[in-house]
């Protein structure tokens, strides 16, 4: 319909009502009013009948991603809901992980997904945010394997080697009479490797720590000389 634009709603209001410019005017139409809407350059929304603290409400769920599995996305001030559609018969809302040992959001995903192996043990790895289940979903109808990027931090250990290379316009005529040879030390440190979002980067922070000392003897005619770092 020409000249009708959907407005973008605040606060949640998107999962609620849908609100429309049109001929100068706003007008609001409910879930039961509209089965489905869309923003522009944005995303859907559609009418569907949900549990929240025991009462069934109907509002309008956002479409994360669609295939043989569909993702739903429902936000309030209080929570996020997830919403799983499969085979057009099956809607059932995505258990969270209240507690950090509940295994109820794996045990869905692994049971949701039994037919496509190559998953393998990714729903263990799944976190309950948008991001995760979309990715997890996404694989799921594309049956290709998923791996979560963990953030990684060890101990680093190695040795070094360094020689002290005296200035060619230096002044002090005494530091060529050493003899300046490669000086072995131990290097310590650490690093932590954290992931950016679910991707194939990451930014990996290390701090090193190595102490090199070093100690010369040189001698002329009538001169000893000593040198220590």
Known sequence: MSGVKVIQGKNFSNFHTCRIYSEGK???YTPYQVKRYGLK??????????????????????????GKATLFYFGDKQKN?????????????IPDNHKRDDTNLSAFLAEISADCPELGDATGSV???RLHLSKFIDSYNSCTPLVFPEIRYGL??????RKLVPSQNMS????????FNYEGSFIAGAFVNIPVLVSD???????????????YTASTDEVKYDFQG
Do not use: C, W
Not at 156 to 161: E, F, I, R, S
Not at 172 to 179: S, V
Not at 201 to 215: A, D, P
């Open 201 to 215: 980067f990451s930014v990996q922070i290390e701090l090193f720590y190595n102490k090199t000392s070093f100690s």
């Open 172 to 179: 002090e005529r005494a530091l060529g009479y050493f003899d």
């Open 127 to 129: 976190k309950y945010n």
């Open 26 to 28: 706003f007008t609001e």
């Open 156 to 161: 680093m250990l190695g040795v070094g080697a």
């Open 41 to 66: 350059d944005g995303p859907e929304f559609f009418a569907r009948d949900i549990e929240i603290s025991g009462t069934t409400h109907r509002v309008f769920l956002e479409l994360l991603t669609r």
């Open 81 to 93: 809901l997830f919403f799983l559609e499969k085979d057009s018969l099956f809607f059932s809302l």
